[in-house]
């Protein structure tokens, strides 16, 4: 079984920021990518952030300015530092796993999420 558990949402201002984390437990599972997707109510699941293990990173248009994913291999902890937010960054973020084990793929495993909130 693949477990993640994140936290660092919150309610903040136009122009603060936030820093979520996520740290994944496995058993035999070997971790491969971690990131980050968002969702609004009635929209869809978005990527927002991922990285790999061996550094590879994408951070989407929309937020590549402004948002920087990091990853402690050996806390088995990614990051997300999200600076000068906006109220269209006000979602539900779900951090994500995916990997491999006996050399099939696996995943992704999603976190419980967490909210961020982006108002005046």
């Known amino acids: 079984q693949v477990q993640l558990v994140e936290s660092g949402g919150g309610e903040v201002q136009p122009g603060e920021s936030l820093t979520l984390s996520c740290k994944v437990t496995?058993?035999?599972?070997?971790?491969?990518?971690m990131g980050w997707y968002r969702q609004v109510p009635g929209k869809q699941r978005e990527l927002v952030a991922s990285?790999?293990?061996?550094?590879?990173?994408n951070v989407v248009d929309a937020v590549r300015d402004r948002f920087t994913i990091s990853r402690d291999n050996a806390k088995a902890t990614a990051y997300l530092q999200m600076e000068n937010l906006k109220p269209e960054d006000t979602a539900m973020y779900y951090c994500?796993?995916?990997?491999?084990?006996?050399?099939?793929?696996?995943?992704?495993?999603w976190g419980q999420g967490t909210q961020v909130t982006v108002s005046s």
């Open positions: 994500y796993t995916g990997g491999s084990y006996s050399s099939y793929n696996r995943g992704p495993y």
């Open positions: 496995a058993s035999i599972f070997r971790v491969y990518v």
């Open positions: 990285i790999t293990s061996d550094g590879n990173i």
